[in-house]
């Protein structure tokens, strides 16, 4: 299993460009989650889904959409890019219900610089 | 509101001493409570987690933690530290009446010296 795969690993975007940061899961997970995280914040919960076709916003959400058409699939999108999105983007991904574990299982990351 | 309050921005502890990383928490109901670790230019990685059970927790790399409900805490420990230690350690809690989400700490830096 790849577990949870992010791309790309680095991208620096001109204020007003838009872009897809991708996130794929093989764990069958129904949960999936983003994150943003900066320098003394810890983690910041952008958007969520808990399956496909269900997604719903968290605490950052501005700024950002997602889609969620596939179990495995996760896309957040920058509509128009601000240097207030310069942060380093987790995608996340756990089982759901009652016998879940609730343990979450991370992405390796996307380093973004928003000029 | 729920909340987590990592106290320390960073705790040192020379190589063979025992560590301890705070964690104090505030829900309305009944706690799932974690720890994660990041390693530099990495995701995060899951430690342990306290569901319900037993206060002391082991997890993953000789790491344990207690849970107090008295005074709302879930400190991480090891009792002989390692260099290879040293990192970002997150504390996350769930409030499992209120939704799913984590809520997370700011992070504490682990540096651990030979």
């Known amino acids: ?115 | 509101a729920q909340s987590v309050a990592q106290p320390e921005d960073q705790v040192n502890v020379a190589e063979g001493n025992p560590l301890t990383v705070k964690c104090t928490y505030s829900v309305s109901g009944n706690p799932y409570l974690f720890w994660y670790v990041q390693y530099p230019n990495r995701g995060l990685q899951f430690l342990l987690k306290y569901i319900t059970g037993d206060n002391l927790v082991k997890g993953s790399y000789g790491f344990e933690a207690e849970f107090n409900k008295s005074q709302t805490s879930f400190h991480l420990k090891k009792p002989s530290a390692l260099v290879s230690d040293s990192a970002l350690y997150f504390c996350a809690v769930r409030d499992i009446g209120k939704g799913y989400q984590l809520i997370w700490g700011a992070g504490t830096k682990l540096i651990i010296k030979p």
């Not at chain 1, 838009?18 to 958007?47: F, K, V």
């Not at chain 1, 700024?63 to 699939?73: A, C, H, K, L, Q």
């Open chain 1, 1 to 115: 299993n790849a577990g949870v795969t992010q791309t790309p690993k680095f991208q620096v975007l001109k204020t007003g460009q838009s872009m897809t940061l991708q996130c794929a899961q093989d764990m069958n997970h129904e949960y999936m989650s983003w994150y943003r995280q900066d320098p003394g914040m810890g983690l910041r919960l952008i958007h969520y889904s808990v399956g496909a076709g269900i997604t719903d916003q968290g605490e950052v959400p501005n700024g950002y959409n997602v889609s969620r058409s596939t179990t495995e699939d996760f896309p957040l999108r920058l509509l128009s890019a601000a240097p207030s999105q310069t942060s380093v983007y987790f995608c996340a991904s756990s089982s759901y219900g009652k016998s879940s574990t609730d343990t979450q299982y991370f992405g390796p990351g996307t380093r973004l610089t928003v000029l």
